[in-house]
T-cell receptor, first 117, second 112 residues
Framework: DTAVSQTPKYLVTQMGNDKSIKCEQN?????MYWYKQDSKKFLKIMFS???????INETVPNRFSPKSPDKAHLNLHINSLELGDSAVYFC????????????????FGPGTRLTVL | LAKTTQPISMDSYEGQEVNITCSHN???????ITWYQQFPSQGPRFIIQ???TKVTNEVASLFIPADRKSSTLSLPRVSLSDTAVYYC?????????????FGDGTTLTVKP
């Protein structure tokens, strides 16, 4: 009964390929995120979805396309993979749905280590 | 978005108290301060959150001065298992939820 799960855990692929990473949360949260963590451990937000709607799209190449079929899933599709895409990608979720004074703790998945050769 | 600055790394010994300070000079009125802990090969995990003064839970304490331009995470009596990267996160948990920015993290190494 993992709260936030990601598949696959490891992904090794060639440059130019297209790949997807799946994320699911069973916490009933309204908001989901994708983060990229590089080799220096810098954690950068890429996308944030609230109730299936995109609310953040940081400076990310349009080769990256998030897809949220429902509130519990936020998948990340990457086209034409490049060497620089190699990193660990984390999915996260939080209760936040806008407004309110509750704490907006983010729950992270275990990460997907993407290696582009 | 409030940018945060943390020390890149810190060393400590078992049993000592560790204080990690995060600077956030441009913190906004609606911003909260949150700290996360990340072990190798795992996702970050929430430790503590606060708005002002002091917050304490079973894991850590968070000290926030009146001007809120910095915050200090205090870990009492650290053990080897506290070796991890600690991130300071500043953001609005209300209407702008999800627009918080992680700091670059502080790698804490606890030695025997």
């Amino acid at each position: 009964d993992t709260a936030v799960s990601q598949t696959p855990k490891y992904l090794v692929t060639q440059m130019g390929n297209d790949k997807s990473i799946k994320c699911e949360q069973n916490l009933g949260h309204d908001t989901m995120y994708w983060y990229k963590q590089d080799s220096k451990k810098f954690l950068k937000i890429m996308f944030s979805y609230n109730n299936k709607e995109l609310i953040i799209n940081e400076t990310v190449p349009n080769r990256f396309s998030p897809k949220s079929p429902d509130k519990a899933h936020l998948n990340l599709h990457i086209n034409s993979l490049e060497l620089g895409d190699s990193a660990v990608y984390f999915c996260a979720s939080s209760l936040a749905s806008g407004g309110g004074t509750y704490t907006d703790t983010q729950y992270f998945g275990p990460g997907t280590r993407l290696t582009v050769l | 978005l409030a940018k945060t600055t943390q020390p890149i790394s810190m060393d400590s010994y078992e049993g000592q108290e560790v204080n990690i300070t995060c600077s956030h000079n441009n913190i906004a009125t609606n911003d909260y301060i949150t700290w996360y802990q990340q072990f190798p090969s795992q996702g970050p995990r929430f430790i503590i959150q606060g708005y002002k003064t002091k917050v304490t839970n079973e894991v850590a304490s968070l000290f926030i001065p009146a001007d809120r331009k910095s915050s200090t995470l205090s870990l009492p009596r650290v053990s080897l298992s506290d070796t991890a990267v600690y991130y300071c996160l500043v953001g609005d948990i209300g209407t702008n939820a999800g627009k918080s920015t992680f700091g670059d993290g502080t790698t804490l190494t606890v030695k025997p």
